[in-house]
C-alpha cells in the first residue's frame, strides 16, 4: 500500500518539471499521523520569494490530497462497488451447489456401501448354512449304483454316461462328480442296458401339444459370467419374437448389483458361449432381481424397489407400459427360499405372459396372475397352496405351475405343481439337477420346450418331456 503512494508521489514529482534534486522527509506528528515533506533546489533562487505558493506546487498539494483519499479508503476497508458484491454473491451461491452435490455424492456412495455389507453379510450366513449342512455321502469306488435313477410310475432312467477315452466327447454334456469310474466298457454297457425300459414316446409324449411335465434332462452349460456382477442373473430367449431381432437372440442381464440396467443380446447360442454381444442395451428404470422374461419383442421385469411391472420395447427401446401389481409383496417380503428380492416373478408359456408373486390376504402363498401383453393388466388370478418362501423357484408349463424344491442341492426334484385348468395341486417328484448349486432363476421357453436357468454364475439349459395332451 505504502509502495503505491510512493510511486504515486514520485509520479506527481516528475508532473512538476523539478529541476535538480528533490528531499522526501517524513515523520509522524503528535497524533500519530504519518507526514510528507518535500525539498526541491531551484537553480536561481536561493530562498522563496514569497509566501505565496507556485502553480505547480498547488497542482502538487492537490496530488496528494488524492493520494491520501486513495491511502485512506484503502486502509479503512471502504465497502466495495456492486459488481464486486454480485462477484462475491455468485461464487458464494457456486460454492453452497458445489456443498451441495459433494453431500448428494456421499449419501448415494453410503447408501450403496450398506447395500454392499447387507450382501456381505447375507453371503457370510450362506456360507455359515453351508458349512453346517452335512456333507453327501459319496459312493465308495467299487460299489454299484442303487436304481435311484427311475422315475417311480413311469420306468424313465436319467443316464449319467461318461465318453470313453479315446472317444469324441460331447463338451456340452454334463459330468456327474460324484461318478465312480470303473472299466469303461463296463459303464458302456451299463448305459446301454438303461435305455432298454424307456417307454415308447410316441405313445407317452407330444411334442407339439401341452402335456404334464414328465421328466426334465440333464443340465447343459452354456457360458460362465466373467465377473461378480454374474454370480445371479437370469437369461431368456423369445419364443415369439419381433423384428429386428428373432427367436434364435439370446437376451441376458447381470442383476447383482444396486443399479441393474445393462441388457446385452446375442444373436445365438454360439455367440453367448463366445461372450460376443450384438447389442447392448441400457434401460431407463433398474431391473428389481431375476424375474424378468422376454414375449413377442418386449422384456418384461420389476422396477427396482416397487411392485411396478414394466414393459420395454425391444424395437423402439423405450418402455411402452407400466402398472402396479396390487397387493403384491416386494423387496424381500415373499421371496423364493434363496432370497435375492425375488417377490415378483415373470413366466412365459404356450398360453401366454404369467407373472408368480404372493400377497399379505394370500399369507405368503403362491399367487399367479395371467397378463394382458400389452398393457400389463391382471387377466385372471388363481391363489394356490404352495408357500412361496418353501420353494426355490417356479415356472410354468402348459398352464401348469412347478416348483423347484432345493436352488443348492445338486440332486433335487420338481416338487409342486398347479394347473388352473382344474384349480387342484399335489405334490410330484421329479429329479432336478443343480450342477453348480445355487440356482437362482429357472424359466421355461415354449418355443424350444426348455428350461434355462442361472445357476451359481453358469448359464444352463435343460430339455423336458411332456406327455400327450389330456
Known amino acids: 500500500m505504502w509502495f503505491l503512494a510512493v510511486v504515486v508521489t514520485c509520479s506527481l514529482l516528475v508532473g512538476t518539471q523539478a529541476q535538480g534534486t528533490a528531499n522526501l522527509k517524513r515523520w509522524n506528528d503528535q497524533n500519530r499521523r504519518c507526514q510528507y515533506t518535500f525539498t526541491v533546489e531551484s537553480p536561481t533562487e536561493a530562498s522563496c520569494p514569497s509566501s505565496g505558493f507556485s502553480p505547480e506546487t498547488e497542482a502538487l498539494k492537490s496530488r496528494l490530497g488524492l493520494v491520501e483519499a486513495l491511502v485512506a479508503r484503502l486502509a479503512g476497508g471502504e465497502t466495495l462497488g456492486t459488481e464486486a458484491q454480485m462477484g462475491l454473491q455468485e461464487a458464494y451461491s457456486q460454492a453452497v451447489r458445489e456443498r451441495d452435490?459433494?453431500?448428494q455424492e456421499k449419501d448415494r456412495s453410503t447408501e450403496q456401501m450398506e447395500e454392499l455389507q447387507q450382501m456381505v453379510e447375507e453371503l457370510q450366513q450362506e456360507v455359515l448354512r453351508l458349512r453346517n449342512k452335512p456333507c453327501p455321502q459319496q459312493v465308495p469306488p467299487g460299489v454299484p449304483l442303487s436304481d435311484s435313477r427311475v422315475q417311480p410310475g413311469t420306468g424313465i432312467t436319467h443316464s449319467n454316461l461318461m465318453a470313453r477315452p479315446g472317444r469324441t466327447q460331447d463338451t456340452g454334456r454334463v459330468r456327474d462328480p460324484s461318478w465312480s469310474y470303473g472299466s469303461p466298457a463296463y459303464q458302456e454297457l451299463k448305459a446301454e442296458v438303461a435305455e432298454f425300459p424307456a417307454p415308447?414316446?410316441?405313445e407317452t409324449t407330444d411334442s407339439r401339444g401341452c402335456g404334464e411335465l414328465l421328466s426334465i434332462g440333464d443340465p447343459i452349460t452354456h457360458r460362465k459370467a466373467d465377473s461378480i456382477a454374474g454370480k445371479y442373473g437370469v437369461w431368456?430367449?423369445?419364443?415369439?419374437a419381433v423384428t429386428p431381432y428373432n427367436s434364435n437372440m439370446v437376451w441376458r442381464i447381470d442383476t447383482v448389483g444396486s443399479e441393474v440396467r445393462q441388457l446385452y443380446g446375442y444373436d445365438d447360442m454360439e455367440q453367448l458361449s463366445r461372450g460376443f454381444p450384438s447389442k447392448v442395451l441400457l434401460l431407463p428404470e433398474a431391473v428389481e432381481s431375476t424375474g424378468a422374461a422376454m414375449y413377442r419383442g418386449s422384456l418384461y421385469y420389476q422396477r427396482r424397489l416397487s411392485r411396478t411391472l414394466i414393459r420395454y420395447d425391444l424395437g423402439l427401446e423405450t418402455i411402452a407400459a407400466r402398472r402396479d401389481l396390487q397387493h403384491a409383496g416386494f423387496h424381500g417380503q415373499f421371496p423364493y427360499s434363496w432370497g435375492g428380492y425375488t417377490d415378483i416373478d415373470f413366466a412365459v408359456d404356450e398360453n401366454g405372459l404369467w407373472v408368480i408373486y404372493s400377497t399379505s390376504k394370500a399369507k405368503g402363498a403362491i399367487v399367479i396372475s395371467q397378463l394382458d401383453p400389452h398393457t400389463l393388466e391382471v387377466k385372471q388370478s388363481w391363489e394356490t397352496n404352495i408357500r412361496k418362501t418353501t420353494v426355490a423357484n417356479a415356472f410354468i408349463i402348459c398352464g401348469r405351475l412347478y416348483t423347484v424344491a432345493s436352488y443348492a442341492s445338486p440332486d433335487t426334484t420338481i416338487n409342486y405343481s398347479y394347473d388352473t385348468s382344474t384349480?387342484?395341486?399335489?405334490?410330484?417328484?421329479?429329479?432336478?439337477?443343480?450342477?453348480h448349486r445355487y440356482n437362482s432363476m429357472v424359466d421355461y421357453n415354449p418355443a424350444s420346450k426348455k428350461l434355462l436357468a442361472w445357476d451359481n454364475f453358469h448359464m444352463v439349459s435343460y430339455d423336458v418331456r411332456l406327455g400327450k395332451q389330456q
Open 101 to 103: 452435490r459433494l453431500q
Open 200 to 202: 415308447n414316446t410316441d
Open 236 to 240: 431368456m430367449q423369445d419364443p415369439e
Open 423 to 435: 384349480k387342484q395341486s399335489k405334490a410330484v417328484s421329479i429329479p432336478f439337477k443343480n450342477k
